[in-house]
């Protein structure tokens, strides 16, 4: 792992849990943790109901957009992060790979994306402190 551990989020679309986790921990670790996040087939846009979830805690996320995993992305990040796209994510030995269970935002309102916008942010919360601790 490099000084600046780099974090990267997939899900299929990179409208909703991904750029939710990619806001968190932009917010949340500032300029300690490189934060990228792509999807498998990513949609035209994010979902509303994330943006909105996300500025309640004060966080704009209005100006991402889902974008393409490549495997570039894949080599560049010391830590994988997928979200419900299991096998899309391709494999390199020496990285590390976690697999989040999270409910997916798609076609929720706002009121089903909290409580998944409050379980990312505990994830990344244990998260920043293990790649702090290393």
């Known amino acids: 792992m490099s000084d600046t ?3 990267l989020f997939v899900c299929v679309h990179n409208a909703g849990r991904s750029q939710m986790a990619a806001g968190w921990l932009t917010h ?3 300029d300690r943790i490189e934060v990228r996040s ?3 087939e990513p949609a035209e846009r994010i979902n509303p109901a994330a943006v909105a979830a996300m500025a309640e805690v004060g966080i704009d996320i209005t100006g991402q957009r889902p974008k393409i995993l490549t ?4 080599q560049d990040s010391d830590v994988v992060i997928t979200m419900g ?3 899309a994510c391709p494999f390199f030995p020496g990285k590390r790979y976690e697999d989040w269970k999270l409910d997916d935002p798609a076609g929720q309102g706002i009121e089903a994306v909290r409580p998944i916008r409050d379980e990312i942010r505990a994830r ?6 293990e790649l702090d601790a290393r």
């Open 5 to 7: 551990p780099s974090v």
């Open 28 to 30: 949340l670790a500032g």
């Open 38 to 40: 792509a999807g498998s």
């Open 71 to 74: 495997t570039e992305a894949v």
């Open 85 to 87: 796209c299991g096998d």
């Open 124 to 129: 990344i919360e244990k998260l920043i402190a």
